[in-house]
């Protein structure tokens, strides 16, 4: 069974519209992060917490908004949808915040804004 | 510019050949990791190597934090090696993690 659940899997938006991009992990761990993946560019960071708190946002536009409801939850609000906004979201998790903790990731959502 | 450039961008081998991947960062790290994602998948783990060599079956890890590089060496490449192999690097006080483009595995019968 996945242990970092993601939803959904697929999903088609209309530009200027908003979504929600949910996570939630079952590994007991302490910080999560928001990765994004599209064919132009390499896997980028965009968000951590830990303990619910945001740790670190790599992310320039305010249209992205993560949400931490209980700490094995982390989802991505993202507003005024924009065609680039078309990618893969991961979501993932680690034990806790630092050198030595590896990332686990889920099986992404795939965002397509047309 | 690209912090983690990842080399080769692809690779065709013949099962049964081995293969050399590479990793080299552009500014000092904590620490790097090896991760492994299928067509359309999820990354997962292979190394985590912060130094040294680490071997995991036919898969072995050296990484040379002074020289800001690392490498995967695949033996006896099977078909179902086939996919993106992603090393990332973590670095600075929040242990950010930055990630190379990938360098996709094609294992031919």
């Known amino acids: 069974d996945p242990k970092i659940i993601q939803k959904p899997k697929y999903l088609v938006a209309v530009t200027g519209s908003e979504k929600i991009l949910i996570c939630e992990q079952y590994?007991?761990?302490?910080?999560m992060y928001w990765y994004r993946q599209s064919a132009k560019k390499p896997l980028e960071f965009m968000f951590s917490?830990?303990?619910?708190?945001?740790?670190d946002n790599q992310t320039a536009s305010s249209r992205f908004q993560p949400q931490s409801s209980k700490k094995n939850h982390l989802d991505l609000q993202i507003t005024a949808l924009k065609p680039d906004d078309s990618a893969t979201y991961f979501c993932?998790?680690?034990?806790?915040?630092?050198?030595?903790?590896?990332?686990?990731f889920g099986e992404g959502s795939r965002l397509i804004v047309v | 510019g690209q912090q983690v450039q990842q080399s080769p961008t692809s690779l065709v081998l013949q099962e049964g050949e081995n293969a050399e991947l590479q990793c080299n960062f552009s500014?000092?790290?904590?620490?790097m990791q090896w991760f492994y994602q299928r067509p359309g998948g999820s990354l997962i783990s292979v190394f985590y190597?912060?130094?040294g060599t680490k071997q995991s079956g036919r898969l072995t890890s050296t990484t040379v934090i002074k020289e800001r590089r690392s490498s995967l060496h695949i033996s006896s490449s099977q078909i179902t090696d086939s996919g993106t192999y992603l090393c990332?690097?973590?670095?600075?006080?929040?242990?950010?993690?930055?990630f190379g483009d990938g360098t996709q595995l094609v294992v031919k019968p």
């Open positions: 590994l007991g761990h302490n910080a």
């Open positions: 190597n912060p130094s």
């Open positions: 993932a998790s680690s034990r806790g915040q630092g050198t030595g903790n590896t990332l686990y």
């Open positions: 990332a690097m973590e670095l600075g006080s929040n242990n950010r993690i930055f």
């Open positions: 500014t000092s790290l904590n620490s």
């Open positions: 917490y830990s303990y619910q708190k945001l740790m």
